[in-house]
């Protein structure tokens, strides 16, 4: 879990995953739209206007003096309280009673004991001074447009027996009458779409944190450094070749090789970076035999072997490629080469080195298959003929670069790192978690190994900083 964020990965987060921000979003308003348009009840609105005149200024009634704004608010404001009143309310729902059935009632109130309660017609009802004047408003809202206009209407026509009975106003005016408004007032179908927008936009924003919060993968170079204090030699960037995204985990293609004129040009340069990385990191061993591999399948070990180790022969290194991945060998199908004999028979003694090596498969680079699978490759690899064959091939070649298989799954990598010179963890964007490369650290260690770093496959090229994406080109089937 990733307990500090900066602002950049932040930026960088949201950035990354925009589609599903902008997806989530505008489903959302879509969903939002149809459900206000289609399926939310509509309401209609009907008002009317009141002057509620007080008696003369000197009427011991009331005594309030007419200009003081905060008595006659105050005075409007018991208008209002006395209209509210249940008494009012049983009369406004007796008169809508008498024009409309009770079925078309309880659609729009709540029906108890063959009446309207009080509290239903209330809801519907709003009053209000007009611009602090003695002119009340009364407005109704409900899913009937002639109810509404009639809800008013019946107001009107019992408020001013009430405000005259009870508050001894002078008289009661009705100034506009309620007319039925067949436009609906509600939904506000635009204020819901944007609602709907607005949620979509910080649900999914909100989802997005909360999984990279608890995201235990791979995906940016200094927490691996800060993690593991080694250092991270390079990255390689995510590629589509032809227009279209590569499959990754896909054995045997070539697709990915800067051998192929179709990679782009920084697909390649990356390489050349971590070649000299490579080069620095060995300058002070006296051999130069490496070994690729990776905590889990599917991680790019292979495609990294082979582009490592053509850059380096194209540096004017004379270079060697050994498939050690005995149990499911890919090179030789990267290569369109024949892997009827390789290292299998070498070791055991059935085929010579000479016989068993591909030479030139470009300039300075040879290769070595895996040879038909054996019942036992951990042990042969583990075997002094192994060892005795690195020690002669590495007395040939300027560096011997050795495919290893996954060092999570099996442990044929690390029967041999005694006579090697370092191992370079191949990590995935996103695939590969912190614990597994932890294990894969474990193990390196209780090897005696050299871990000279790590490298993350492949930068995407949509960040803005360098976080790293999806490699995997080995399968691994049990």
Do not use: W
């Amino acid at each position: 879990m990733k307990n500090k964020y900066s602002f950049s990965n932040i930026v960088n987060m949201f950035y990354n995953k925009y589609y599903i921000v902008l997806l989530c979003a505008v489903l959302c308003g879509i969903l939002s739209f149809v459900f206000s348009k289609f399926i939310m009840p509509k309401k209609y609105e009907s008002f009317t206007s009141l002057y509620v005149k007080n008696m003369s200024e000197d009427s011991t009634a009331n005594n309030v003096n007419l200009s003081d704004l905060n008595a006659s608010k105050s005075l409007v404001e018991t208008y209002i309280e006395v209209l509210n009143s249940n008494a009012l309310m049983n009369n406004v729902s007796d008169a809508l009673c008498a024009k409309y059935s009770m079925e078309k009632l309880s659609d729009v109130f709540e029906i108890k004991d063959g009446r309207i309660r009080p509290d239903s017609v209330r809801e519907c009802l709003t009053m209000s001074a007009s611009n602090k004047t003695e002119v009340l408003k009364v407005s109704a809202r409900t899913k009937d447009p002639k109810i509404s206009s009639d809800m008013c209407n019946s107001v009107a026509e019992f408020a001013p027996e009430f405000l005259t009975r009870i508050v001894g106003a002078g008289s009661v005016e009705v100034i506009d009458k309620a007319v039925p408004e067949y436009e609906p007032v509600e939904p506000n179908v635009a204020a819901v779409t944007l609602a709907g927008v607005i949620l979509g936009f910080i649900f999914s924003c909100g989802f997005i944190f909360v999984i990279d919060l608890f995201d235990n993968t791979v995906k940016d170079k200094d927490s691996v450094i800060e993690r593991y204090k080694k250092p991270v030699l390079g990255s390689v960037q995510h590629i589509s070749i032809g227009g279209k995204d590569k499959k990754r985990g896909e054995k045997g293609s070539a697709d990915e090789l800067i051998l192929n004129k179709d990679v782009p040009f920084n697909y390649i340069e990356s390489y050349k970076s971590i070649r000299t990385n490579v080069m620095f990191s060995l300058s002070t061993k006296e051999g130069k035999i490496l070994v690729i591999s990776s905590p889990n399948p599917d991680e790019g070990k292979s495609t990294v072997a082979v582009n490592l180790a053509t850059a380096l022969a194209q540096n004017g290194e004379r270079v060697l490629l050994i498939d050690a991945d005995m149990r499911k060998p890919v090179l030789h199908k990267m290569f369109k080469i024949s892997n009827k004999s390789g290292l299998s028979t070498t070791i055991i003694g059935i085929s010579k080195f000479e016989q068993s090596v591909t030479k030139d498969v470009a300039l300075n680079l040879d290769i070595l298959t895996s040879g038909p699978t054996p019942p036992n490759p951990s042990e042969l690899l583990a075997s002094k003929h192994f060892r005795d064959l690195l020690v002669d091939l590495e007395g040939r070649y300027d560096f011997v670069i050795v495919d290893s298989p996954p060092i999570n799954i099996v442990s044929d990598g690390l029967v041999f790192t005694d006579i090697i010179n370092g191992i370079l963890l191949i990590l995935r964007y996103r695939k590969t978690t912190y614990n597994e490369v932890a294990e894969a650290i474990s193990s390196v260690e209780l090897a005696n190994a050299n871990l000279i770093g790590f490298i993350i496959n492949d930068v995407s090229q949509k960040r803005l900083s360098p976080y790293y994406r999806k490699d995997g080109y080995y399968a691994y089937k049990s």
